[in-house]
């Protein structure tokens, strides 16, 4: 990847509203070339979109726990991805090596919720979690670039 494209990857994944003039103005382009190359990023599938960045504690959602599920059945680790991503609580999952078969990401309003969501979770596809809540962030969505 060219000099130019990881630039323009690191300001975007820092300020994605970023408008092509300034965006060409930090990288030495016109807006129309800086545009391009954006185009072209988004073509390529290196850029798949833009999101919001909500903070999960303005949205109510102020506790965040890691999940690690272990289905106790292989019928219910087929469906537990499906099962998973229903769940809007549930903000990211992985499957994984190791003990667990699943790590995923819940933001939740209170620790009351979190003990609803393993209860449903457990219930659903009959599993074993293990649960850490986070106390404090150190950094989120650290650039790529």
Same mark, same amino acid.
Request: proline letters at 4%; aromatic letters at 4%.
């Given at each position: 990847?060219?000099? !130019? =494209?990881?630039?323009? *990857?690191? #300001?975007?994944?820092?300020?994605?509203?970023? +408008?092509? !003039?300034?965006?060409?103005?930090?990288?030495?382009? +016109?807006?129309?070339?800086?545009?391009?190359? %954006?185009?072209?990023?988004?073509?390529?599938?290196? @850029? !798949?979109?833009?999101?919001? &960045?909500? &903070?999960?504690?303005?949205?109510?959602? $102020?506790? +965040?726990?890691? @999940?690690? @599920?272990?289905? *106790?059945? $292989?019928?219910?680790? =087929?469906?537990?991805?499906?099962?998973?991503? +229903?769940?809007?609580?549930? !903000?990211?999952?992985?499957?994984?090596?190791? =003990?667990?078969?699943? #790590?995923? *990401?819940?933001?939740?309003?209170?620790? /009351?919720? #979190? &003990?609803?969501?393993?209860?449903?979770?457990?219930? /659903?596809?009959? %599993?074993?979690?293990?649960?850490?809540? %986070? *106390?404090?962030?150190?950094?989120?969505?650290?650039?790529?670039?």
């Amino acid at each position: 990847m060219e000099p !130019t =494209d990881q630039q323009i *990857l690191a #300001l975007l994944s820092r300020e994605g509203r970023m +408008s092509f !003039t300034e965006l060409g103005r930090h990288v030495g382009l +016109s807006t129309s070339a800086a545009q391009q190359r %954006v185009r072209r990023l988004e073509q390529r599938g290196i @850029i !798949t979109g833009y999101r919001a &960045d909500i &903070d999960p504690v303005a949205a109510g959602r $102020a506790l +965040s726990a890691f @999940i690690e @599920i272990q289905p *106790l059945a $292989a019928e219910h680790q =087929d469906r537990a991805p499906n099962y998973l991503a +229903s769940l809007p609580e549930i !903000t990211s999952c992985y499957s994984v090596a190791g =003990d667990a078969s699943f #790590l995923c *990401l819940a933001q939740v309003g209170s620790a /009351e919720e #979190l &003990d609803e969501l393993l209860t449903r979770i457990r219930r /659903e596809l009959a %599993v074993n979690t293990v649960t850490t809540i %986070v *106390l404090r962030t150190a950094f989120r969505h650290r650039p790529l670039v």
